[in-house]
């Protein structure tokens, strides 16, 4: 069974931050077959190292603009990478995957737009039912992940 | 018409600045200013919570070195409840501490600087960084990769998985290390030995391709600050103060960190958020000192691991007769000797049988209403300072970070640079890498507290005296 992992990230002192972080949390709660789960406060080189046994990854992350719920899959590599910022970004994440450790992954990269970032450790109501949504949508792509592999197993045997 | 150039924000630090450089009439540089624009509030939000609560939450001030925070608040708490805390807990909390400095010295080499050194100053901005060294230079930037993940195994193996776990508590640490995982953290070490070896290696290569350069990038007379252990030796936990002069005299000695404010004063300037810390009794801004790996270094009488202490011998040989290095390039040295000592006294450690003890945390009540704590994080000297009442509840907070004690100095090797390079009629691609590449010897950590609104690209802006934008660069 191929396996999938998820990062939420972000900083769960800042309100809206932290609201990868929440929804990982959640995600973990449901103890999704094959779904590995981890958080942290930001990407770093070195979670790409960890990507070997998974097939799937989905980094879930809060952004100050944009859509309130946006999901971006087979995202390709950066044309031109950044004069080097220190926050790895999901797409320099998989990069590294790639090019220094051989793994092919397919990444996923949810974000959700915040709303507040001042200090605080709650999420903002309209921020919280975002994250309720995104983790029943990232719920519901595993499990027909899931069934699909099961029906092919099924076939197969 | 005198002119400021500012350079905002400056990549591959971590948090917000810009840098100005101001121009007189003749096109000449005057000043330059480290702008550190944003405001962190941690010490008012801090005001309310229970003691308890300060290791959770000062660990978030970062999200580098987060451990040295949680290690340094669990010592302020220690001071509290005025109680020694079990071996066992102190050899687990250097572990935990020397974890940090790897990874955080590992990613400011591989990651952050070794591109300017590998590639060049004058390289295209494009390709400068961790992924152009791939074409050339891929197993060194894996091997970088690798030390960071040995750094976060054992993290993880000691403060579990999830992030900013209070592991580290008043009195101790809250949970034993498991033997089973002994083994499998020791067998990392010959490959994390190898790598720093090799750091080192390419750093003393580089050397000698920089010679030019690095006269400017911040070589100067400071004071030197840092904590030493009671031998004198080269401290990263516990430890007493020293002040040395940029002769190699020590001014100050043995002192207890909770004297930190006799000694030390925080003065502010109009223009930065960042805090101006300097040696009170030479005042201000002569009270100037560094922190972090060159003053570590440079203070300590010797390094109780075989290979780090060897190469601290040939650092020291470059003071010449002065007794210390006074440029700050040799940052960049320091940090990798120390990278090597973290690795071998993290062996030293994990053959220790006292890690195994299941005594791991003594307990107490409130037994004083205030307490400090102090560490050498990454950067540099790190000071908790809490007040709490009876039932521990934070009446006030000071947090003395190390980047911020690095501030005056930081703003002087700005100028050095500025006033080598800039001649007051354009800024190449190379005079901005070498102003950039000038602070990031001190890897300044200014907050990556709030990442989604952190990503701003380079931006470079001529203003006239008039405050009027005269020219502006994106990169």
Known sequence: MRKALVIGYGNTLRSDDGVGVWIADHLADLHLPDVDVKTCHQLSPELAADFGPYDTVIIVDASADGEPISVRKNIPPPEHFPSSNHNVTPELLQQI???????????????????????????SPNVKERATKTVDLIAAFFQQTHQKEMNTSFKLN | MSQTITISPVTRIEGHAKITIHLDDQGIVEDARFHVNEFRGFEKFCEGRLMSEMAGITSRICGICPT???????????????????????????????AQWMQSHA?????????????????EPGKRNIFGLLDQHKDFAKRGIRLRKFGQEIIEVLGGRKIHTPWAVAGGVREPFEASKKDYLLNWIPEAKETALLALSELKKIHSKFNKDIPNFGNFRSLFVGLVAKDGGLEYYDGLLRVMDAAGNTIADKIDPRRYREFFGEATEQWSYLKFPYYKPLGYPEGMYRVGPLARVNICDYIDTPLAEAERVMFKSLAGDRGVVNNSFYFHYARLIELLF???????????????????????EINRNEGVGASEAPRGTLFHHYWVNDDGVIQKVNLVIATAQNNLAMNRTVKQ???????????????????????????????????????????????????????????
């Open chain 1, 97 to 123: 995957a790639n090019e220094m450790f051989a793994f092919q992954i397919n990444l996923s990269v949810y974000t959700v737009r915040g709303e507040t970032f001042e200090f605080g450790t709650t999420l």
């Open chain 2, 68 to 98: 040295s925070h949680l290690i340094t608040s669990a010592k302020a708490g220690d001071d509290i409840l005025a109680i020694e805390i079990p071996e066992t807990a102190e050899k687990l909390r250097r572990i935990i501490t020397l």
């Open chain 2, 107 to 123: 990613l400011s080499f591989f990651h952050l600087s070794s591109p300017d050194f590998l590639l060049g100053f004058d390289a």
């Open chain 2, 342 to 364: 973290s690795v071998e006294k993290i062996e030293m450690l994990l053959k220790d049988p006292a890690i195994l003890g299941t005594h791991i945390r003594s307990k107490a």
């Open chain 2, 417 to 475: 640079i500025a006033m080598r390079y800039v001649d007051g009629k354009k800024i190449t691609e190379g005079i901005l890498n070498r102003i950039e590449a000038g602070i990031r010897c001190y890897d300044p950590c200014l907050s990556c507290s709030t990442h989604a609104i952190g990503q701003m690209p380079l931006q470079v802006q001529l203003i006239n005296s008039s405050n009027d934008i005269i020219d502006e660069i994106r990169r």
